[in-house]
């Protein structure tokens, strides 16, 4: 079996909710060992957090089930004096530590990145957090709402004649879980030339701004401000239609493409000159939409999406989620495999984000609360089973 | 720290990626140092360089000069053998070779990943296509339109059980950019590790349904319920929502995460009594109840402006934001404090956003904005790879064609 790409890394875990866990699920799955540090009896928010499991007893949300794939989880109260030397023991093994709390919280308990890195030389330490370290709304408390209404892409989501849409994922959080992994393995690159380590500062606010950069480029060169017009693109066709079972996605490009293609719709007036240039479909908006549609009434959405794409033309359509688990492209690539969950049984999930022809990514189910205590504190520290009792006993683990 | 070098100084990237996802990956790469060479092909540039040619309007889009950033421009025709041996002579010297095709493409130029391994042992390649790199519709085209659709992520976005059709978000060329550096990142890791270079094969379809809604997956697959759409309500915490201030089309945002929050919310607004009320006294029954707690909020939000609500909210420690719009994020004070926004140090006028992360207290300075048709053909072509003669690249404006260009 070949090397997993990040197997040389062990990452000291502090994170909780979605961003933070989302960029360790990446490294683990990667090969990382991650060693998930929880609150002693609660742990992270999101075990607490429904919808649960179904083929078990136990409350096991699902959300903490997909974002917890592969670590490892010990429980240690970070706010007990004993934590200090704990956390530092850990840092003989670990070089990588990612957490999200409030900027002020791990300074308060004695392990800002200054103090960590005494503990560990090199050290690099991922911060993630609502906005940033630094600046005025450093301390303001955030939810995925708050953090798309504040990027100015919630202002472009919706109806025009309705208030604005949040989206259904959480967008900014899985962003920004992203762009720390992205940032982490950057400092890990550098690192192996010049091991100085880095404090990273991930603002889950910044990393959604770059979702909307386009607007907000012109916006500062332009002056545009651009309003929500619910599905509607510039370009015609670029949306979704409805269609004989339901909705499929008539995308007029490639541009160059469309000509050939149109005869699809079986509609004679659409190949007049007029509709020739995108520029025409623009300026001709309505009449076009009107043409188009008494084919896509009488086709079914995978037939619309199949005629389309076979003409060269990048259709597609409105799948729900039965649609995306019975897909045969899905189905052809394996993409959903299971997960063994333990008294969960076998559960199915997304398999990874990308695939490497020379290395792969693992997906083991996500550890039950303090589930690696023994393995982590006696195995790898050298605690006795007597100080694990003590530990347990005074509420530290 | 100020004079550390950045992270991927002295990766050099060639970038056969268009459009927007495969440019953004190649962004964040050139944002924190890499050298990315974008090879353009004159006869059908790149779609964000638009649809026009008079005075160069391929040059001038703020689109173009923000998603392409910190680039180099050549241009060469990769159908041509002598062109294509100064593409190979580029790959032959990088690092990492980008792009977003469909995956027959490479193959036509004879430029596939067997071949980049003859020109560099240990070259990345990382493809990103629409569908992947095998399946039956592995030669399918995809453009955000279609994908956000096809992906489940846009059944998932609507106010309502009544919206028909559910909503685009039209975030998810970025994310898939952002996914794809993921890819790079990944890569170059293991070939520091290993000396061993490889193909990446992200799928943006499935790069969307695994990155974004996992969850949503796992849950359908256990339970066979697809999550139902919640607008601008949460699945645990209420109230959440988003609420109408004074102004035209302003609102602000609010989510209410624990009892005491609730109870602040309740004096700032004016219901003290509705704190103590039993029948708001969970978040499952304020779930319940939340059209009527709704009137109550947007009673109180109506009479302020957005940014003067979310401060209150803020002040007592609920989460809030304000629905901005770009103007309002561009002049934010927090982002300001930040150093967020700033113009790149080629002297060209105004400002960007800023790259999205901050390592050890430097947020790296935009060096150059997106570059013209071909700007760095003579310090590329003639330079760096050596021997070029100036005739082998020069193209006339007569050879310029735009993605819009119907024939």
Known sequence: MSTQPLSHLTVLDFTHHIAGPYCTKLLAGFGATVIKVERPHTGDAIRQRGPWLKNVSERRSVLFEWLNTSKKSITLDIKSPAAQGIVARLLNHAGVVVENFAPSTMPSVGFSYEVLRTMRPGLIMTSISNFGQTGPYRDFKADEIVEYALSGAMHLTGDAAREPLSPGPSITQYTAGMCAY?????????????????????????????????????????????????????LVPWRLYPCHDGYAAVIGGPIRNWLSAAGMFEEP??????????????????????????????????????????????????????????????????????????????????????RLSDSFFEQNRAPLLGEHNDEIYKGLLGFQAKELEAMRNEGVI | MGNRRLPMEGVRIVDLTHDWAGPHATRLLADYGAEVIKIEYVRRMDGMRGGRKEREAYNHHPRWKQINRNKLSVTLDLTNDSQRRIAENLIAHADVVVESSRPRVLDRWKLGFDRMQELKPDIILVSLSAFGQTGPDATYGGYGGGLEALSGVQVLTGYDAETRPPLRIKEIDVTNGVMGACAIMTALVYRTRTGRGQHVDVSQLEAMTSGLIGEHLLGFFDSGIQSPLRGNRHTEHAPSGCYRCAGDDKYVTLCVQTESQWVSLCQLIGHPDAALDPQFATPALRHAAHDAIDRMITHWTGGRTHEAAMACLQDRGIAAGAVLNAEEVANNVHLQARAFFAAARDGSPGNYPGPPFVLSGERPGIRRIGPRLGEHNDEVLGGMVGKLKEGEYRYGPEEIGTAFDIK
């Open chain 1, 182 to 234: 992205i940032a982490t393995l950057m400092s890990v690159f550098r690192g192996a030339a010049t091991p100085e380590g880095d404090h990273i500062d991930i603002s889950i606010h910044e990393c959604a701004l770059d979702n909307v950069e386009v607007s907000l480029a012109e916006f500062l060169h332009l002056g545009k401000v651009g309003r929500r017009n619910a599905n509607e693109h510039t």
């Open chain 1, 269 to 354: 007036r659409i190949l007049d000159q007029k509709y020739e240039h995108v520029a025409g479909r623009m300026e001709h908006r309505e009449e076009f939409n009107e043409l188009i549609q008494p084919w896509l009434r009488r086709t079914g959405k995978k037939d619309v999406y199949a005629t389309g794409q076979a003409r060269r033309l990048a259709f597609g359509y409105l799948a729900s989620l039965a649609d995306v688990a019975e897909s045969p492209q899905h189905q052809a690539r394996e993409f959903f495999g299971d997960v063994n969950c333990g008294s969960a049984g076998p559960v199915k999930m997304c398999g990874p984000p990308f």
